[in-house]
């Protein structure tokens, strides 16, 4: 599969605050798939990324695909205490789910 | 999400018993998973199958078995070879291996050595 890296690992912030992680690759990526996982639960899939320079939204969550298709990158404005999770970027296939970014958010 | 369905949720364990946890999906999917997650850690494979009768190892296989012999059921056994088993063991599906399926995830089992 491809290998995609993310960082970073962990990231804490204040509740109002931005919040952003990114998964890289030194190859080109057919797609890219974020997923995001609550404490305590398992993995939601959130968007499918497939175009070069994509750019979708969900509410206050922004997903974009690098022009490249080799970064790809999830912006959360203004956190709330309901974004903590793990946050994971796939791509290739469903074997390389890494270890995400965990996202604390204190209120 | 909807669709897969593993038990028991939580499970205790004597060192040296092997136990199995089951997975059942009614989504029709060809292709189907097992992931161990540490605390604090992520999604490591253990094994997947992209059909009936076949299966491949994972990156951590080793000490673990399964069996495809049904398209919905995909269990895992957690052997007495696996020397550190207590984890939260996750079992996905998607309808192929193939890039760009949407993964579907069951709830989780806990498994607890004791």
């Known amino acids: 599969g491809q290998q995609v890296m993310q960082i970073p690992q962990y990231q804490h912030v204040q509740e109002g605050e931005d919040f952003t992680t990114y998964c890289n690759s030194s190859?080109?990526?057919?797609?890219i798939q974020w997923y995001k996982q609550r404490p305590g639960g398992h993995p939601v899939f959130l968007i499918q990324?497939?175009?070069?320079?994509e750019v979708k939204k969900q509410k206050r969550l922004t997903f974009q695909f690098g022009e490249a298709k080799k970064n790809s990158s999830l912006h959360i404005t203004a956190t709330q205490t309901t974004d903590v999770g793990t946050y994971f970027c796939v791509s290739g296939y469903a074997l390389n789910f890494g270890k995400g970014t965990s996202l604390l958010v204190t209120p | 999400d909807g669709g897969i369905t593993q038990s028991p949720k939580y499970l205790f364990r004597k060192e040296g018993q092997n136990v199995t946890l089951s997975c059942e999906q009614n989504l029709n999917h060809d292709a189907m998973y097992w992931y161990r997650q540490d605390p604090g850690q992520g999604l490591r494979l253990i094994y997947y199958s992209q059909i009936v009768n076949d299966f491949q190892k994972g990156d951590i296989a080793e000490g673990y078995s399964v069996s495809r012999e049904k398209k919905e059921s995909f269990p895992l056994t957690v052997t007495s070879a696996q020397k550190n088993p207590t984890a939260f063991y996750l079992c996905?599906?998607?309808?192929?291996?193939?890039?760009?399926?949407?993964?579907?995830f069951g709830e989780g089992s806990w498994l607890t050595v004791v």
């Open positions: 990324l497939v175009k070069s320079g």
């Open positions: 190859t080109t990526l057919s797609n």
């Open positions: 996905a599906s998607s309808m192929g291996k193939n890039s760009g399926n949407t993964i579907y």
